[in-house]
């Protein structure tokens, strides 16, 4: 029962016993009664009046309450004519144009940064107060290569990527720049912000590969032309000396002529080899547009096993194939695909060592075609991983770090993707996707 029905039941108890009282004191004065009666009647009447302007501020804080708690913030209420009841009104009614106005401006700032999230770049991920992931725009899809269904809901741990378990140990407020796939080049920044007084944790991915590539072509197409000019004006007049003094052999003592030529030979020698050297570097910043024209695969690399056929019998090297049928034809550049492919079987063979199984996969992958060249040697070590594809990096003693730039350099030319990845018991494997 409502404490204005009760209250109402009170007046009425109240005034039924005095009326009753003054009935039975007046009943032989029936005019006075009449006029007793009439006020009591009246006294009851103004008396529930009253009541119901006292509790018409509470019946408004109530109905206000209900659309609070309906999240209706476009009722309001009209002046009633009373001072109490109209100031608080005027309170409700200023308390819900703030909130439908606070309402407003973060929906449209959730809107403002949704877009955003979902234009920038840059990847984000933000995790719950369990360490699970809430948020992943598309950035953070394609830098890790996983689609959102398959991030929302899991821990970075739990996903099969060492990219995430790398996100995964970066300790609030650190950064660091990750390998992964070989070339690929990851900064990423572990943050953290505040909810409901709680800390949630923030990731920034941003994808640094073609930066870095761009930086690094540019410095060293730099320094490899400055190298060719002082080195080529250099040995173009030292040879020209030297092939000068051959004629002044026969000027010589007998005894001495023979290791005079001999002397010179060799000095010759030594300067057209530092000239065959910088050539090799000239033809990396020299490299051609790609003339594209549709080219079978499995022919092309079946044309590279029978080059290297004598080496890989001497080595011990067998090759195994794994090559799709249904693979068409793909533009490319045969003669530059051709010397990316020796490059990796050449660098497959020389990780074998002897005794070993260079296996050449061609398929279907995520709707994409690739070539695969896997090989059995011993991997590549952790720090090795770190500066592939770096230029002047080499593993070999007389090495001249190009070979994996060129790579690089032409497959980037076609838009092929490609990663070179050496996981710890597996085969070492050096993937082309043919876009």
Not at 66 to 88: C, I, N
Not at 96 to 116: N, P, V
Not at 344 to 354: V, W, Y
Request: proline residues 6%.
């Amino acid at each position: 029962m409502s404490l204005r029905r009760k209250f109402i039941l009170y007046l009425l108890a109240i005034h039924l016993l005095f009326a009753g009282l003054a009935a039975f004191s007046l009943w032989q004065h029936r005019p006075w009664l009449l006029a007793v009666e009439a006020f009591f009647a009246l006294s009851f009447f103004v008396a529930v009046r009253l009541l119901n302007n006292l509790v018409q501020p509470l019946a408004l804080a109530v109905t206000g309450a209900d659309f609070l708690k309906e999240r209706d913030f476009s009722s309001k209420f009209r002046a009633v004519g009373q001072q109490e009841t109209d100031q608080l009104i005027a309170l409700y009614n200023r308390m819900i144009d703030e909130l439908r106005e606070e309402r407003t401006r973060l929906a449209e700032q959730h809107f403002f940064l949704e877009r955003i999230l979902q234009a920038s770049p840059s990847g984000i991920l933000t995790c719950d107060f369990d360490g699970r992931i809430v948020l992943v725009n598309p950035a953070s899809e394609k830098i890790l290569q996983m689609p959102a269904d398959a991030l929302l809901g899991k821990k970075l741990p739990e996903l099969d990527s060492r990219l995430a378990g790398a996100l995964s140990r970066l300790q609030p407020g650190e950064s660091e720049v990750l390998a992964v796939q070989g070339r690929r080049r990851v900064k990423c920044q572990r943050s953290q912000f505040f909810d409901q007084g709680f800390p949630r944790a923030c990731f920034m991915l941003e994808e640094l590969t073609e930066e870095l590539r761009r930086s690094e072509k540019a410095a060293y197409e730099k320094l490899i032309r400055m190298m060719s000019h002082e080195i080529n004006n250099s040995t173009g007049a030292v040879q020209s000396l030297l092939h000068s003094c051959l004629t002044y052999t026969p000027q010589l003592q007998p005894g001495d002529q023979p290791d005079y030529e001999n002397a010179l030979h060799v000095a010759i020698t030594r300067i057209n080899h530092l000239n065959t050297f910088m050539c090799g570097f000239a033809e990396v910043i020299k490299l051609p547009p790609p003339h594209l024209q549709p080219c079978a695969l499995r022919p092309l690399l079946e044309g590279i096993a029978l080059l290297l056929q004598a080496e890989s019998r001497q080595r011990d090297i067998r090759w195994q194939w794994d090559f799709a049928q249904n693979l068409p034809p793909r533009a490319m550049d045969k003669q530059q695909m051709e010397q990316v492919f020796i490059n990796i079987c050449k660098n497959a063979m020389e990780a074998i060592g002897e005794h070993g199984v260079i296996t050449v996969r061609g398929g279907w992958q995520n709707g994409k075609a690739f070539v695969a060249i896997e090989d059995s040697g011993s991997g590549i070590t952790p720090e090795v991983r770190q500066q592939l594809f770096t230029p002047f990096f080499s593993t070999k003693p007389n090495g001249q770090g190009l070979g994996l730039t060129m790579i690089q350099e032409i497959l980037s030319q076609h838009g092929f993707e490609f990663a070179l990845e050496s996981p710890p018991g597996r085969p070492t494997q050096f993937v082309i996707y043919l876009n």
